[in-house]
């Protein structure tokens, strides 16, 4: 059974920051892309940043580039999302996802709040 | 970016009737398209890929159609586990990131 765990989130200050991770298990976890989607509270989805199967093509949306990087340890079958500079906009629940186009598999999500 | 834009923003069904959901591309998207439900406190649960392919384990009540830039989501029978938000996604136009559109929040009328 696929199982992605989410953890890390938590309340931080505007320009703070915060590291996200993702434990999977279940699949071969160095044979899929990885994504992070983001939901903001009572709002719709954002599809925030995705990495290739050895790292080597990493995307993000315009909206956290410069400030959010993906990352994954094969090794350890996780994903990682370190986030700096934070913004109260980026208050939301990230969830972990696999996929490349379409995403099948859905963690339960980690909520980040950012305030003041 | 591709901008995907769901219509009507809320549908009041009835249990029993059809309802049918519209989402709509900036930019033809080919058949790159998929549909979404998610119920308070869960996650987002996949119904559809290629605009038309049911995902594992989803009931056939569900039926989705379309292509280039308009696409339509079908219930043909609304059960009560149904009421729901539905998204569409494109996965469309490399590089991601891949755009959801901003929901149809399906009730019971």
């Known amino acids: 059974e696929v199982q992605l765990v989410e953890s890390g989130g938590g309340l931080v200050q505007p320009g703070g920051s915060l590291r996200l991770s993702c434990a999977a298990s279940?699949?071969?976890?160095?044979?899929?892309?990885m994504t992070w989607v983001r939901q903001a509270p009572g709002k719709g989805l954002e599809w925030v940043a995705n990495i290739k199967q050895d790292g080597s093509e990493r995307y993000y949306v315009d909206s956290v580039k410069g400030r959010f990087t993906i990352s994954r340890d094969n090794a350890k079958n996780s994903l990682y999302l370190q986030m700096n500079s934070l913004r109260v906009e980026d208050t939301a629940l990230y969830y972990c996802a696999r996929t490349s186009s379409w995403i099948p598999y859905w963690g339960q999500g980690t909520l980040v709040t950012v305030s003041s | 970016e591709v901008v995907m834009t769901q219509s009507p923003a809320t549908l009041s069904v009835s249990p029993g009737e059809r309802a049918t959901l519209s989402c709509r591309a900036s930019q033809s998207v080919s058949s790159d398209l998929a549909w979404y439900q998610q119920k308070p406190g869960q996650a987002p649960r996949l119904l559809i890929y290629g605009a038309s392919t049911r995902a594992t384990g989803i009931p056939a009540r569900f039926s989705g159609s379309g292509s280039g830039t308009e696409f339509t989501l079908t219930i043909s029978s609304l059960q009560s586990e149904d009421f729901a938000v539905y998204y569409c996604?494109?996965?469309?136009?490399?590089?991601?990131?891949?755009?959801f559109g901003q929901g149809t929040k399906l009730e019971i009328k």
């Open positions: 279940g699949f071969t976890f160095s044979s899929y892309w």
């Open positions: 996604q494109q996965y469309n136009k490399w590089p991601p990131p891949y755009t």
